[in-house]
Nanobody, 124 residues
Framework: QVQLVESGGGSVQAGGSLRLSCAAS????????MGWYRQAPGKQRELVATISSSGSTNYADSVKGRFTISRDNAKNTAFLQMNSLKPEDTAVYFC??????????????????WGQGTQVTVSS
């Protein structure tokens, strides 16, 4: 069975930094895109950043210049380096993987997979 496991969340003061990690476990052949989304209380889930298998990145305007997404394809892991954090960055951050080809008794494909989420809290 394949799953995404996030780590690195926590509490930090405004201006601080955190680094999130997302590891895809299981026998995985390939992953197209990986990304991070976030959901604050009472708000809809929103895109934070995505990265393709070739390394092309896309960021929400609110995090450009502060957050950096990267990935290690050999380890099926994505990272989100968050600098200059603001209280409005407080949310549960979810990892997303799209276009997974993996093995679970046979070669299988799933369009999208989500992690369980990790809390990021930024205090002023």
């Amino acid at each position: 069975q394949v799953q995404l496991v996030e780590s690195g969340g926590g509490s930090v003061q405004a201006g601080g930094s955190l680094r999130l990690s997302c590891a895809a476990s299981g026998i995985i052949f390939s992953i197209d895109a990986m990304g991070w989304y976030r959901q604050a209380p009472g708000k809809q889930r929103e895109l934070v950043a995505t990265i393709s298998s070739s390394g092309s990145t896309n960021y929400a305007d609110s995090v450009k210049g502060r957050f950096t997404i990267s990935r290690d394809n050999a380890k099926n892991t994505a990272f989100l380096q968050m600098n200059s954090l603001k209280p409005e960055d407080t949310a549960v951050y979810f990892c997303n993987a799209q276009g997974l080809v993996y093995f679970n008794g046979s070669r299988r494909y799933t369009h999208a997979l989500w992690g369980q989420g990790t809390q990021v809290t930024v205090s002023s």
